[in-house]
C-alpha cells in the first residue's frame, strides 16, 4: 500500500502533517525508552560487544520511525493495525515487485521457504503485502532516481509507504503485511543490484514458461 502526492489509499489515520526537514535530521530524543534500549549493547567478553535482537528491533524501530510523519501516531499505527505510513525518499526507497515475479524467482510460495531465499538473494529487508499481493525490498533512498526495471516500480520521493511494524516477522491473520526478511538494524538495506537481478530472474523464468506453455499449446 503505497500513496503518491499526499493521496492514501489507506483505512488509518496518516498523522500530523509531514515537515519539509529532511528525516534525518528530525530527532526522537524525546522517546526515552526507545532511546535507552539503542544505546545498551551486550558485553561478552572483553573487547566483544553485541547487540541484543531487543535492542536492534529497537535501534530499527527508531530509524523507521524518522520516516513518519508524527511518531506517536506511526508507534499507534503499529499496534493497532500493524501497518503505518512512512515517508520513502528520505531514509529509504523501496522497489515494489509483484508476488508472481517472486516466486517465479525464488521457485516456491511457501512464506518460510521465501525467507531464506530471500535472505540469501538480497541480504536486506523485504516486507509483504497481502492486499496488493506485492513484496517491497527496502533499498538506499537514492535508489528510485536510476530504477528501470520493468514490472516492477521503486517508490522514492513524494510517496508514502505502508511499513509493517517490526514485531509483526510471520504471516497474521490480524495483520495485512508482515516482514517476510527483518531488518537488521538501522540502514541495513538491500543492494539495488541485487534486487534488480532477482526482478530480471523472476521475469525472465515467467517469460520462458508462457513460451513453453505456448509451444504446448
Request: glycine residues 8%; charged residues 15%.
Amino acid at each position: 500500500m503505497a500513496s503518491h502526492d499526499g493521496v492514501q489509499d489507506h483505512t488509518f489515520s496518516l498523522g500530523q502533517a509531514a515537515t519539509d526537514g529532511s528525516p534525518a535530521e528530525r530527532s526522537l530524543d524525546d522517546h526515552p525508552v526507545t532511546a535507552a534500549l539503542m544505546t545498551q549493547p551486550l558485553a561478552l567478553a572483553p573487547g566483544v560487544i553485541v547487540h541484543s535482537g531487543r535492542s536492534r528491533e529497537a535501534a530499527t524501530e527508531t530509524w523507521l520511525l524518522l520516516a513518519a510523519p508524527g511518531w506517536r501516531n506511526a508507534m499507534v499505527e503499529w499496534e493497532r493495525e500493524g501497518l503505518t505510513l512512512l515517508r520513502c525518499g528520505g531514509l529509504f526507497s523501496a522497489v515494489r515487485i509483484p508476488a508472481a515475479i517472486v516466486h517465479a524467482a525464488a521457485g516456491t510460495e511457501d512464506p518460510y521457504e521465501l525467507t531464506v531465499v530471500l535472505r540469501q538473494a538480497l541480504d536486506g529487508p523485504v516486507f509483504y503485502d497481502r492486499s496488493g499481493r506485492h513484496f517491497y525490498a527496502l533499498t538506499p533512498h537514492s535508489t528510485a532516481r536510476l530504477w528501470k526495471v520493468p514490472e516492477s516500480e521503486c517508490l522514492g520521493p513524494d510517496f508514502f509507504l505502508g511499513v509493517p511494524a517490526t514485531s509483526v516477522t510471520a504471516p497474521d491473520p490480524h495483520f495485512r503485511a508482515w516482514w517476510v526478511v527483518p531488518m537488521d538494524g538501522p540502514a541495513a538495506l538491500c543492494f539495488p543490484a541485487a534486487v534488480a537481478g532477482f526482478v530480471q530472474h523472476g521475469r525472465s523464468i515467467i517469460a520462458t514458461t508462457q513460451v513453453k506453455q505456448a509451444a504446448d499449446a
